[in-house]
Each structure stands twice: as structure tokens, then as C-alpha cells.
């Protein structure tokens, strides 16, 4: 029962390539779609590129949380820019229904 068990915990986790457990990788690492991190992209790459075997055992850990907190802060900006977008958005849509209720009154 208790290997069970273990092996249905083993199947719902794994391990990422920074070593932490978590839920998805990296997004594509295009340099154009994510231009605040390009630098730590490029590391990263050339990190994997130079330690083709030791990127298995490490190597390039750092570099990967690097990577994974730029993503975050990106992600983070570009949620604020486009829920103020929506915002903006929300008010036109308000004023217009507002002015078309006093148009058919």
C-alpha cells in the first residue's frame, strides 16, 4: 500500500532544471519576446552551450532562478500595464453606454 502510495506522489511531482520542485519550465527563450531578461538569456544559452554534460549536474542553476525572477518581474509588469489598459478601456465603455442611454431617453 505504502509504495502505492509513493509512486502516485512520485508521477504528480518532478523536478525543473533549477532543481526545485515546480509546476512548468521556462517559456521560449526568444530574445526578441522578452526583452528585459535578453542579458540572463544569453548567459544561460552560452552557459549550456560551454557545459554541454555538467548543465545535468548544476552548472547552470544560478543562471536558471536569474531567469526564473526575471520572468516573474516581467510578468508582473506587463499584468499592471495591461489590467490599466482594461481599466482605461472599462471607463470608455461605461461612458459610452451612459451616453447612449441620454440619446434614446
Known sequence: MERQHHRRLMRRRWVTTSGICGNKMHPPL???RHPMCAEIIEEFQKCHADHPVKKFFGECTDLK??????????KALKRKANFEQ??????R????RKEDAEKIS
Open 30 to 32: 526568444t530574445l526578441h
Open 65 to 74: 532562478i536569474k531567469l526564473d525572477r526575471c520572468f516573474r518581474q516581467e
Open 86 to 91: 482594461s481599466k482605461k478601456l472599462r471607463e
Open 93 to 96: 465603455l461605461q461612458a459610452y
